[in-house]
């Protein structure tokens, strides 16, 4: 069973430029999304006045974007790990309370 997915370019304003991408036509609003997100990050930067020149523009805009993502992943297994000693503190309460009550029953 084959699951074979359009491509479509599709048209991208980022910093005052045009640009065509092709794209997976379900991933058309998120390619969007993600131009109009740089775009505004790259115009942040351009009108802070101390980067100059798009190709700079676009490397601090990218570290940022990449910083932010590295944090939000990293907060993301931070949760996970908590999450996990949680349910594995909770696992031991069970067993403790499980293997109490069958030794009550002898």
């Known amino acids: 069973m084959s699951t074979d997915s359009r491509t479509t370019a599709v048209d991208v304003h ?5 640009y065509r991408v092709a794209c997976p036509d379900e991933e058309h609003s998120a390619l969007i999304a ?3 997100l740089l775009s505004n990050r790259m115009q942040e930067i351009r009108d802070g006045g101390k980067v100059i020149g798009s190709d700079r523009i676009a490397v601090m805009a990218a570290l940022n974007l990449t910083h932010e993502l590295l944090q939000q992943r990293n907060s993301r297994e931070d949760l996970s790990l908590s999450i996990t000693s949680r349910i594995r503190s909770l696992q031991e309460k069970i067993e403790r309370a499980l293997e109490e ?4 029953e002898l």
């Open 14 to 18: 980022i910093l005052d430029k045009d």
């Open 34 to 36: 993600s131009a109009n």
């Open 101 to 104: 009550g069958q030794q009550m």
